[in-house]
């Protein structure tokens, strides 16, 4: 019983470093370089950057392992709750992870490219562009696999009684925010009330993983229902 509230502990921690450090590298940095109405734009912020640039690859990199430690623990501490849930939000979370790590190896291959000269000659501009928007397109593909986990894992925690159920069904409903800005993307659903509604579940959503994370870190989880698996 001891190992489930280190397991909880452990869980809280890599959760608040990965709350740190990701945004950095996939939100404040792109925001210095990318230029949406420019691509000889962006090129020229890498170039002149390149230091910070490769900064946000390698911060992607450590949140990669970041998930992949936080993938095992959950699992841990949810397996004997339901073992076939806990699986495959598991698979999701790496799965997930996967993608993210491919979205770094397109930003590596842009700097990679920008830094040799055996590009001469061709069209870079269109190259790095495309390397760029790969990368974007590649979020949306993440996120669905995250919004699966999200919803497995707010049911694990309402079954469980860990914590408050309202961290299970908040959670929840933070998988709806990944998977409507997803879908709205593949769907091109551009209008006006679909960005609003994605928006604000993506605001729910940061809501939900913060507080479970200060929930896990800060408080001691319940073991009562830890002898009887949920079925």
Not at 134 to 159: A, D, P, R, S
């Amino acid at each position: 019983m001891e190992n489930k509230i280190k397991y909880a502990k452990y869980a809280g921690i890599v959760y608040l470093l990965i709350a740190i450090i990701a945004p950095i590298a996939m939100m404040y940095i792109p925001s210095q370089l990318i230029s949406n109405s420019s691509i000889t734009e962006t090129i020229k912020n890498i170039m002149g950057n390149q230091l910070l640039f490769s900064l946000g690859i390698g911060i992607e990199t450590i949140v990669c392992l970041l998930e992949i430690v936080l993938s095992v623990i959950l699992y841990t501490l949810f397996k004997e709750i339901n073992a076939t849930l806990s699986t495959i939000a598991l698979v999701s979370r790496l799965s997930m992870t996967i993608i993210q790590a491919i979205n770094a190896l397109a930003s590596l291959t842009v700097i990679g490219i920008l830094t040799s000269s055996a590009m001469n000659g061709t069209d870079v501009n269109s190259v790095i562009f495309a390397l760029l928007k790969y990368k974007e397109l590649g979020v949306m593909i993440w996120q669905i696999f995250f919004g699966l986990h999200l919803i497995i894992l707010g049911y694990l925690v309402y079954k469980s009684n860990y914590v408050a159920r309202f961290f299970g069904i908040l959670l929840s409903i933070a998988s709806l925010g990944y998977l409507a800005d997803s879908y709205f993307t593949i769907f091109q659903l551009n209008a006006t009330v679909f960005s609003t509604i994605g928006s604000f579940l993506l605001v729910i959503s940061t809501l939900g993983e913060v507080a479970i994370t200060f929930r896990f870190l800060l408080k001691k989880i319940n073991l009562p229902n830890l002898k009887q698996k949920v079925k």
